[in-house]
């Protein structure tokens, strides 16, 4: 399950080596409490530590919000937000574990790269959705 330490480590890994444009990823509670975090090898990170943590925060607190519109519009596949330096999305692990990743801005195959990828790969070594 998506506590132990190895399976985090293990799916940060096999997340940042399945795609030349992920730079960072992340596993964050569903109190929006950073556990884990990986970056691309020689990346410079456009956030620190701390302010990656405080970005889990309140990426949680918007899920929450919309956690009221799931039973007209469905579960959450994933949400995408694209800024001018790149592109950053939510995933849920499962009920307790979400992932969130940051994608290179110059990438134009965000949407595939997410469900042809990161959601199996998630799915498969964190315990599936749900």
Do not use: C
């Amino acid at each position: 399950m998506v506590t132990d330490r190895d399976t985090l480590e293990g799916l940060e890994s096999e997340l940042l080596s399945s795609h030349k444009s992920i730079r960072w990823v992340g596993i964050t509670n569903e109190d929006g409490i950073q556990i884990s975090e990986k970056y691309r090898e020689g990346l410079k990170p456009f956030l620190t530590k701390e302010e990656n943590e405080d970005y889990a925060s309140h990426t949680m607190d918007r899920h929450k919000k919309r956690l009221k519109f799931q039973p007209k519009l469905g579960e959450l596949e994933y949400a995408l937000v694209k800024y001018g330096s790149v592109n950053r999305a939510i995933i849920p692990i499962n009920k307790n574990y979400y992932l969130l990743i940051a994608i290179d801005i110059g990438e134009n195959d965000v949407d595939k790269i997410i469900m042809e990828k990161v959601i199996p790969t998630t799915r498969k070594r964190g315990g599936g959705a749900g």
